[in-house]
């Protein structure tokens, strides 16, 4: 058993330190979409995870990369850690990739997507294609991250779902995403229960709140081709105990994140949301992580256009036990 303890420590090490010895990048070189931050726990550094894949190619895979940091401005890297496998119910691109720190492993929540599709909604309407949210695991944040249970979606085979993430209450876990404004022209946000291992979902999702009904989420198009995004949901505690759902959708044609809270402070809601978006200026996608200095953060992919413009920007947040603010500069 000793020596199976120091064999694992001594490949951890490896990891880590080739992980070190990957370039240096500035922040604002590296391209990015819905960008993530793990400050993780057990190694005391940053670990910022993007998807990537071979999308060149005929039929392309999906993967996911990560950079790594001691002060949030010069990332090492990037090192793959996860590639969809050849066997896997689909093996598309990977859109949103999330690693979460859950019962002593890293869980990988990615979304993957597909050109198979499905049935169309109308004449007016993008086609329906395969594209759900997955869970992996690993015991590094490195990876390599690998399906768990049965190799399924945890969101449902007939929705089209993207963006899902973890939030644990009272012991049991939860997965938070979005349906498809594609599918249903007024985007949701839905919820569901997962095993305590997290190897597939438990019961039926339910329905948290759609798109319009934020006042700041205008949508797009007139009429009854109106439409509303969910996208990018995240979940935060205040310091009063108060549970917010940061999420993105559009107002006035521009990319920008709102606040909804819970009323009850308990996932299942119901929800009510703040009149006046979080971030306006054509970027979103936010999620909120504690530095290792104690300073909360929130870090989104601005522009959200045009395409090849995307960087990761961190901001400051004041946690006003009411809601989140941005700092002033």
């Known amino acids: 058993m000793k020596r199976l303890a120091i064999i694992v420590a001594s490949c951890f090490a490896a990891v880590t330190a080739a992980v070190?010895?990957?370039p240096t990048v500035a922040l604002k070189d590296i391209y990015i979409r819905d960008p993530y931050i793990l400050a993780d726990p057990r190694s005391g550094r940053y670990y910022m995870y993007r998807s990537t894949g071979s999308d060149d190619t005929p039929n392309p895979k999906g993967a996911v990369e990560a950079f790594t940091?001691?002060?949030?401005?010069?990332?090492?890297g990037p090192v793959r850690v996860?590639?969809?496998?050849?066997?896997?119910?689909?093996?598309?691109?990977?859109?949103?990739?999330?690693?979460?720190?859950?019962?002593?492993?890293?869980?990988?929540?990615?979304?993957?997507?597909?050109?198979?599709?499905?049935?169309?909604?109308d004449k007016n309407m993008p086609p329906y294609t395969l594209r759900?949210?997955?869970i992996f695991e690993a015991k590094r944040p490195e990876g390599p991250f690998l399906p768990i249970g049965d190799k399924l979606p945890a969101t449902p085979t007939d929705e089209m779902a993207?963006?899902?993430?973890?939030?644990?209450?009272?012991?049991?876990?939860?997965?938070?995403?979005?349906?498809?404004?594609?599918?249903?022209g007024d985007g949701a946000m839905k919820l569901a229960e997962l095993k305590k291992d997290l190897s597939a979902r438990e019961g039926q999702p339910v329905t948290l709140f759609?798109?319009?009904?934020?006042?700041?989420s205008t949508g797009?198009?007139?009429?009854?081709?109106?439409?509303?995004?969910?996208?990018?949901?995240?979940?935060?505690?205040?310091?009063?105990?108060?549970?917010?759902?940061?999420?993105?959708?559009?107002?006035?044609?521009?990319?920008?994140?709102g606040i909804a809270e819970s009323t009850t402070g308990r996932i299942t809601g119901p929800w009510r949301h703040r009149p006046e978006p979080l971030f306006s200026r054509n970027g979103g996608h936010g999620m909120v992580?504690?530095?290792?200095?104690?300073?909360?953060?929130?870090?989104?992919?601005?522009?959200?256009?045009?395409?090849?413009?995307?960087?990761?920007?961190?901001?400051?947040?004041?946690?006003?036990?009411?809601?989140?603010?941005?700092?002033?500069?």
């Open 289 to 329: 992580f504690r530095g290792f200095d104690g300073v909360l953060r929130l870090v989104i992919h601005a522009p959200n256009s045009p395409s090849g413009a995307e960087r990761a920007r961190i901001f400051e947040l004041e946690d006003t036990g009411d809601t989140l603010e941005l700092k002033k500069r």
């Open 210 to 216: 759609r798109a319009s009904a934020a006042p700041w």
């Open 162 to 184: 993207l963006d899902g993430t973890l939030w644990v209450e009272d012991g049991r876990p939860y997965m938070v995403y979005c349906h498809e404004w594609v599918q249903i």
């Open 82 to 121: 996860f590639d969809v496998p050849d066997d896997n119910w689909i093996t598309g691109r990977v859109w949103a990739p999330e690693v979460h720190y859950y019962k002593g492993k890293y869980y990988l929540f990615a979304t993957l997507n597909s050109d198979i599709e499905w049935k169309k909604r």
């Open 69 to 76: 940091s001691d002060d949030l401005e010069n990332w090492s």
């Open 132 to 134: 759900a949210t997955q």
């Open 20 to 22: 070190a010895q990957q």
């Open 220 to 257: 797009s198009g007139e009429g009854d081709k109106k439409t509303y995004v969910t996208d990018g949901c995240f979940l935060y505690r205040t310091s009063t105990g108060k549970l917010l759902m940061l999420w993105s959708s559009f107002m006035n044609g521009e990319y920008a994140i």
